[in-house]
């Protein structure tokens, strides 16, 4: 098990920057892939992105694709989300997720396939 605590959350408009982080404790860091997935009031959970756990590769959602990016450093098993040119649409508690694997080639899409989640942090976008 891994204990995931994400921050970095807030109140911005519409066309700014935030940096959420999502800092894990537990077992070594290295061995999950991890993701982010986001909650908007009245909607299911939806993905965002991921990483490999090797961090060479990451796969976005199309509605994010182009100003999010996901990137992790593993000496501070910590995971970043980089949102640029933020969108009302944005608006949502962002959660982090993470999936331990042997293969350090592993990345999910999938809410089902994780089985770790942090609390979430809320991130609100105002036009």
């Known amino acids: 098990q891994v204990q995931l605590v994400e921050s970095g959350g807030g109140l911005v408009q519409a066309g700014d920057s935030l940096r959420l982080s999502c800092a894990a404790s537990?077992?070594?860091?290295?061995?999950?892939?991890m993701g982010w997935f986001r909650q908007a009031p009245g909607k299911e959970r939806e993905f965002v992105a991921a990483?490999?756990?090797?961090?060479?590769?990451?796969l976005y959602a199309d509605s994010v694709k182009g100003r999010f990016t996901i990137s992790r450093d593993n000496a501070k098993n910590t995971v970043f989300l980089q949102m640029n040119s933020l969108k009302p649409e944005d608006t949502a508690v962002y959660y982090c997720?993470?999936?331990?694997?042997?293969?350090?080639?592993?990345?999910?899409?999938?809410?089902?396939?994780?089985?770790?989640w942090g609390q979430g942090t809320q991130v609100t976008v105002s036009s």
């Open positions: 997720a993470a999936r331990f694997s042997l293969f350090s080639g592993s990345i999910y899409l999938r809410r089902s396939e994780y089985d770790n």
């Open positions: 537990g077992r070594t860091f290295s061995g999950y892939a």
């Open positions: 990483i490999m756990n090797s961090g060479d590769m990451a």
